[in-house]
């Protein structure tokens, strides 16, 4: 993760050095779920984001920007066995870095993708059945890093703020065992603000 955070920094000095560069926070929620047979019948989990970017104006068109971002992630799933009804939650944290793109058609409207590396911070599990629920740490069973793809649409204002819609597309499998066919799906929803 060191070397990563190390090139990122360099690419973004080395960038600053001929575009302008402009920095700024942004927030959100997220609608998280999965894809692949791990994720079968599960529904979508709310969660949020939040962090931070920097972008560089390589022209009037195109822009690149780099993010810091915590994502609530995971999915949800209820059934029913033997007349009791369970409702279970899968949360997970990732530290994510999306390296976007950004192609600006007019005005402020701009279409975006890039790579995304995320960190696993936490994972847990919550299941509530017959009024008791249940708490158990799960990071274990899960890889520490993701590999994704992120796809989108915003609109920049002139007084800095911005609006994206954007979807992630796992590249990667995220459980830790052999056969895993899981990987994550989120749809994100967020407003920014550049200095």
Do not use: W
Not at 54 to 63: C, D, N, Q, R, V
């Amino acid at each position: 993760m060191k070397k990563l955070l190390f090139i990122v920094a360099v690419l973004a000095i080395s960038m600053s050095s001929f575009a302008q560069t402009t920095f700024g926070v942004k927030a959100g929620v997220n609608f998280a779920n999965g894809t692949g047979d791990d994720f079968e019948d599960m529904d979508m989990r709310t969660s949020i984001l939040f962090g931070g970017f920097a972008k560089f104006s390589l022209s009037e068109t195109f822009a690149f920007q780099p993010e810091l971002l915590y994502s609530g992630q995971g999915a949800k799933a209820s059934y029913t066995e033997e007349g009791v009804d369970f409702d279970g939650t899968l949360k997970m944290d990732y530290l994510n870095i999306p390296l976007m793109f950004k192609y600006y058609a007019g005005g402020g409207f701009n279409i975006q993708a890039g790579p995304q590396i995320g960190f696993l911070l936490s994972a847990k599990s919550k299941l509530e059945a017959g009024g008791e629920s249940f708490d158990v740490d799960v990071k274990d069973e899960f890889k520490g890093l993701d590999l994704g793809l992120n796809l989108g649409l915003g609109y920049d204002l002139e007084s800095g703020i911005g609006i994206d819609l954007r979807y992630g597309l796992g590249l990667s499998n995220v459980a830790d065992y052999d056969d895993a066919d899981g990987k994550n799906s989120v749809i994100s929803l967020a407003v920014s603000y550049a200095f």
